[in-house]
């Protein structure tokens, strides 16, 4: 049997995978209907997703403000090598941290933290500062999350930067 690959996607996969990104918890018959194929059918899609490992999990959106961690806070870390946060500490270290991405350019790291209060922020930042430099951001609200993952054009059109062409 050939093993499905993420790349063989057809326009069939989006919609179940747009359906399950709205609502995770929808029904193999719902999900039919929605998409026009037999329960069947669709399950069988799903478990070829999940294999493929497009489909990483299935979980619940949580308001974290109304779950008492009103705060949202970005702060990107200039590492000093011998104190590296990545290698020096666990997860379990800074709870209140909910993304970590490795970054490209001046700082090393971005974390997106939750805390309750600004003092609870502000003992996250003093644990977090022995690391190295730092910069906080803390968000005063937001506009728009959660972006769901959708098909994207194959080839995108490349716009030269014709003023950067080094000819005066």
Not at 54 to 68: L, Q
Not at 142 to 157: C, K, L, W
């Amino acid at each position: 049997m050939k093993t499905f690959q993420a790349s063989e996607m057809d326009e069939t996969d989006w919609r179940i995978l747009g359906e399950l990104q709205a609502d995770g918890r929808l029904s193999y018959k719902e999900l039919g209907r929605r998409v026009h194929l037999s329960a069947p059918a669709i399950a069988e899609r799903v478990r070829r997703l999940e294999s493929a490992g497009v489909i990483a999990g299935y979980g619940a959106k949580v308001d974290a403000g109304r779950a008492g961690q009103p705060l949202l806070a970005f702060l990107q870390l200039r590492c000093r090598p011998a104190d590296c946060l990545l290698r020096t500490t666990t997860a379990e270290d800074f709870p209140e941290v909910v993304e970590v991405h490795k970054l490209s350019g001046e700082h090393c790291t971005m974390l997106k933290a939750r805390a309750t209060s600004l003092a609870h922020l502000e003992g996250l930042i003093e644990r977090l500062g022995v690391h190295g430099d730092m910069r906080t951001h803390i968000v005063l609200s937001t506009q728009y999350e959660g972006r769901p993952v959708e098909r994207q054009p194959e080839d995108r059109p490349i716009t030269t930067a014709e003023g950067w062409s080094g000819r005066t």
